[in-house]
């Protein structure tokens, strides 16, 4: 257990002094005000474009407006999120950094479990943040309440998790960045082409990124998200413990 | 006892067989020398010893533990030195050595006394910048200092002097010569003068197999050879031992006037 806490305070150091945190948080905190003042301005904005004696009706932005900004812009946040942290194993295994820790009798298990639960934690704090920001805003700005909210970015956090197992096994299976990013691409891209078909849908943890304004918007219930939810779960544990194999029998 | 014994070990790489049936033991409180050259498998052998890689057949016991592929149990005996050691360029000394220190459970305040220690031995205590604006040679005597912080039974050094420059070969090797009786040191290197320096058990392997293996006085006094070397104050003496052997009737089969070698200049021109 000394060896995990150790072990993560190096790898939040490391994120630190590396500058990932701050890529992080700025993005994510710029991308949270952006959302609201995007879906504000948005209508005056189309406005001022059309020519002059177009008269065309647009809806008041509401807060809605706001969250379809803010989940739109989420899966741009989540694939910058990938490319920054894409190297955490690749990096340690290409530069044999992790030699002198295994030989010191660090278990490789608490090495992934490290990583794992640092790079969780980050993007946990990271989309805390964007959500706070976008929230605060969005109360200020377009006053309208909505309902779901938190369940909604749970699921959003939830699928971010799954990928972040998927870009760990990725790195432990190549050991380098490509390697990584790859495994990470390919398996969003096969959740997407999951979601072609309709009795697949709900058991999708795709689900989780792509339906989360509808829970905003009441088309869906919590409970539709249920499938998807254990299914993620139980693909997080699975997709885990096979990096942990694969990186227990890899040569280094 | 031995600390460090290996059985009928084999290993290879597809159909390169890197190690054939090598088998040696490596007695306490001796530092060993292990020789060959670029590529006859001093770097596989010690990472089998350390369980980073998997051996295609034998065994190795590390104070009497079988040491296992994968795991990292009999580590906690060891330390080990890579050729190229690499450090996470962002910490400072004394926050790495804290870092591999809590990851072998030591408790922290022994841990920071330890380094500190440690950090003197190897030169490095007024070292207080991130470890990625080290030079080489620095870095190789953390390397150490990382290596003997769990003060470990059996320190591995591989090719710890080959990348440095002959005052830092000098320290390192200065650096082993003193925690010798603390701890068994194997040393793998192709620098044969650094052998001499400080080895007394010496193991030579050569294309997977052991081909000499004994104490270095052993393995001298095996070989004694008819050659001698003599050093004269004076170009006159040497004449004159010259002209008494031609009276006796020695011939010698080579005489060869020494010059001085660059190692020496060098030291002396750096000094």
Known sequence: MRAFIAFTKKEITESARTYKLLIIFAVFLLFGMLNPITAKIMPELLSSLLPEGMTVTLAEPSALDSWKQFYKNMSTQLIIFVIVFSGVVANELSKSTLINMLTKGLP????????????????????????????????????????????????????????????????????????????????????????????????????????????????????????????????????LIGALMIFDKKAI | MSILSIQSLNKSFGEHNVINDLTFAVPENTIYGFLGQNGAGKTTTMKMVLGLLKPTSGSITVCGETVSYGETKTNRYIGFLPDVPEFYGYMKPMEYLVLCGEITGLDRKAVKLKSAELLSLVGLDKANKRIGGFSRGMKQRLGIAQALLNEPKLLICDEPTSALDPIGRKEILDILLSVKGKTTIVFSTHILSDVERICDHVAVLHQGKLVLNGTLSELKQSRQQEKMRMEFDSINDKERILSALAAQNIVPTKVETLEPSLEDLFLEAVK
């Open chain 1, 108 to 239: 490789r298990k608490t090495v992934m479990l490290s990583k794992f639960t640092s790079a969780t934690l980050i993007w946990t704090l990271g989309l805390l943040l964007c959500f706070a920001t976008t929230y605060g805003y969005t109360v200020y700005l377009l006053p309208g309440k909505l309902p779901n909210i938190i369940f909604s970015v749970f699921c959003l956090w939830l699928f971010g998790v799954l990928l972040i197992s998927v870009m760990l096994l990725g790195g432990v299976l190549f050991g380098n960045i490509y390697g990584s990013l790859l495994v990470t691409g390919g398996f969003s891209l096969l959740l997407m082409l999951l979601n072609i078909a309709p009795k697949l849908q709900k058991y999708n943890p795709y689900l989780l990124s792509s339906g989360n304004m509808s829970l905003l918007t009441s088309d869906m219930a919590a409970a539709d998200f249920s499938f998807s939810i254990v299914i993620t779960c139980i693909s997080i544990l699975f997709i």
